[in-house]
Nanobody, 114 residues
């Protein structure tokens, strides 16, 4: 079973940027992949997904600020986050975004605060 490992989170000031990475232990080129986030005390929601053809689809809350990409040769999915706001504070996870979910990783914490 493919394992997913997220990295790249941290503390950033409002208006700042971060780039998250999701490294898979196996092949993901045939799967639509997604980035999910879970704010403290709230549910986990899908914020961006990328099709096998590389087309990104975004939740309204992040559209125009976040950009999802993938490198199938590296079995890695990225999330470029710009113009970060305090409401983006959450633990970010990656997983499949179509069909059955895989096992959840530990996620990576993003904190947006001055």
């Amino acid at each position: 079973q493919v394992q997913l490992v997220e990295s790249g989170g941290g503390l950033v000031q409002p208006g700042g940027s971060l780039r998250l990475s999701c490294a898979a232990t196996g092949r993901i080129s045939g799967r639509t992949m997604g980035w999910y986030r879970q704010p403290p005390g709230k549910q986990r929601d899908l914020v961006a997904r990328i099709t096998t053809g590389g087309f990104g689809i975004y939740a309204d809350s992040v559209k125009g600020r976040f950009s999802i990409s993938r490198d199938n040769a590296k079995n890695t999915v990225y999330l470029q986050m710009d113009s970060l706001q305090p409401e983006d504070t959450a633990t970010y996870f990656c997983n499949y975004a179509l069909g059955d979910l895989g096992p959840w990783g530990k996620g990576t914490l993003v904190t947006v605060s001055s």
